[in-house]
């Protein structure tokens, strides 16, 4: 016998006088207020929850291998194993929250802020160069406010790949004529370049433009174009590389393969020490916290070179499992690409992907001596506040857009997308 969803009256009949309102009218039900409240909790993508699990395994690992690489030199300098570690976690305290906000907020929000949110990076780029600027190891690419430090630059990485997908999505229709896509990425591209490359960071700017790249191509400028751009670069790069002296003698330390003892006390004993720890650590590793070149015998072990101590400590298997886990988030990225429809989301989440993973292959590639020492950290694992904070909320505007994919699923195998106010409303207790 078919059942029926309306009340039933005290006499048993169904929609009496009982179950009726003052007019003497059965009440409407809600049905698109009552599903539109179900869809703020309806399950999100795969492609969603892969990359917010892998993001936040990293950052745990990150807080591991951070206190593990930097104990013995906290103690020695401020008698606190943890001092380090402590920092990283209250970074990963902050920078977690605010991805997992920036993953609520729409695309078409992001698209209208983009280029303010790119204004302002530049303006605080800009206060490098004023007293509260501060330099580190001859690049001055830091702002100092009391005892707390920020980089600005990484700010900046996230206003490019915003600002380009803004441009990318306004020209949409014009990517054949490459003057109304190259004049202005050019100049959104120059000016933040030339700022970085004025404070003599150039691992910075390197990955900067690995991301400009990254957006080009992935927001559909063409081929030909790309070239001439890539052309322009392989001239103008000898030139930028050899205008400082410190450059100068690390590629020219890295090209002799440090095979020149008068250089292993100075400019070989970071990468040759790194090159030391990934063997020691053979298969398996020395186990965690056992590693001996964080002995102050590797600069920047918590840092740049946090690669090679985990390949000391959890030996090779831990350093192909930390690719890997950056592998499968840039399929992820990919997989957003692939299924948004968004030149905009496209365009963003190419250049995010880029930046995250371009560095972490230019971070390896360093610890391992493919590249000469470029001062470039292992996205979410390395030590350092400003590049966690910025790289997570970079990741959470990936997030927002893979919360809203075309065609995203519940497990029921619908489109939640399709209820709401004026959408099919349960009849019967089933869905139509």
Not at 28 to 43: L, W, Y
Not at 207 to 222: D, E, H, N, T
């Amino acid at each position: 016998m078919a059942t029926t969803d309306l009340p039933s009256s005290r006499s048993g009949r169904p929609g009496s006088s009982a179950g009726r309102g003052a007019s003497g009218t059965a009440p409407r039900r809600p049905h698109g207020a009552v599903v539109a409240v179900k869809n703020v909790f309806v399950a999100e993508s795969s492609t969603f929850y892969t990359i917010l699990g892998v993001t936040l395994f990293l950052v745990v690992f990150g807080v591991v291998m951070v206190l593990s690489s930097s104990s013995v030199e906290q103690y020695a300098k401020t008698h606190d194993f943890f001092g380090a570690a402590s920092r990283q976690g209250l970074y990963a305290v902050l920078g977690v929250p605010l991805m997992l906000v920036a993953s609520r907020i729409p695309a078409r929000v992001w698209r209208k802020w983009a280029m303010r949110f790119f204004g302002a990076a530049l303006a605080l780029q800009l206060l490098v160069y004023t007293p509260l600027g501060i330099e580190v190891q001859g690049n001055r690419n830091w702002v100092g406010f009391g005892s707390f430090t920020a980089q600005p630059s990484e700010a900046i990485k996230l206003a490019l790949a915003l600002g380009i997908g803004a441009i990318m999505y306004v020209k949409r229709d014009k990517l054949d004529d490459w003057k109304e896509i190259f004049v202005p990425v050019g100049i959104a591209t120059v000016l933040p370049l030339g700022m970085v490359l004025l404070g003599g960071d150039q691992g910075t700017a390197m990955i900067m433009l690995i991301l400009v790249l990254g957006a080009l191509y992935i927001g559909g400028a063409r081929a030909r174009h790309l070239l001439v751009i890539l052309g322009s670069i392989a001239v103008v790069l000898p030139f930028v590389t050899m205008s400082s002296a410190s450059r100068q003698v690390r590629i020219s330390a890295w090209l002799s393969g440090c095979t020149d003892s008068n250089q292993y006390q100075d400019l070989c004993w970071q990468p040759v020490h790194g090159m030391w720890a990934l063997a020691s650590g053979g298969v398996f590793g020395v186990g965690l916290g056992n590693s001996k070149a964080k002995w102050s015998w590797l600069p920047e072990a918590d840092n740049d070179y946090i690669f090679a101590i985990i390949g000391e400590e959890l030996g090779l298997v831990g350093a192909v499992v930390v690719l890997a886990l950056f592998i499968v988030l840039a399929v992820s990225m990919i997989k957003v690409i692939r299924q948004s429809d968004d030149p905009f989301v496209k365009t963003v989440t190419g250049a995010i992907m880029a930046w995250i993973i371009g560095q972490a292959l230019v971070n390896i590639a360093v610890v391992l001596g493919l590249l000469p020492v470029l001062g470039v950290p292992l996205p979410l694992i390395s030590a350092g506040g400003s590049a966690l904070i910025m790289t997570l909320i970079a990741i959470g505007v990936v997030l927002s857009f893979a919360r809203d994919l075309p065609g995203r699923r519940t497990d029921t195998g619908l489109d939640p997308r399709t209820f709401g106010a004026g959408g099919p409303a349960p009849q019967n207790g089933r869905l139509r």
